[in-house]
């Protein structure tokens, strides 16, 4: 399994990218074939604050539905709307266009915690 090395993983499967001047985030596909196929998102209000470590979303699989949990502290800015109105591009591009959240207000001392790609390979 390839796990792109330009953007960092929480412990909780999902990554963070910073893309210019904002930030994008989406889970991993070690996330997506555990939980199955995704259906729906229930994803945080553009504008909510989000905080590292707590739950900011649901996720909706056939197998079940789980938290997201929020990889750092940011503010959303925008949804990915394609993913939401085709939600396998979750399970099918999860680095690509599966990506769920645009974030601003990053804080750059979490984010430079968050782990590297090779942790996600151990």
């Keep these: 399994m390839s796990v792109p090395d330009d953007r ?3 412990p909780h499967h999902v990554w963070v990218m910073p ?18 196929h995704h259906r729906k998102a229930g994803l945080p209000a553009v504008g909510q604050h ?8 649901s996720i909706e699989s056939l197998k079940t539905v789980s938290d997201l ?6 503010t959303v800015i925008a949804h990915n709307e394609t993913c939401i109105m085709e ?8 680095y690509a266009d599966g990506w769920l959240l645009r974030l601003s207000e990053v ?6 915690q968050r782990l590297e790609p090779r942790s996600m390979r151990d």
């Excluded at 804080?107 to 430079?112: E, K, P, Q, T, V």
């Design 8 to 10: 960092r993983y929480s």
């Design 19 to 36: 893309e210019g001047g904002q930030w994008i985030s989406g889970i991993t596909r070690t996330r997506t074939a555990s939980t199955g």
């Design 50 to 57: 989000l905080v590292g470590g707590e739950r900011c979303a």
């Design 69 to 74: 949990i929020a990889p750092l502290s940011a």
């Design 87 to 94: 939600p396998t591009l979750v399970n099918d591009q999860p």
């Design 107 to 112: 804080d750059g001392a979490h984010f430079a």
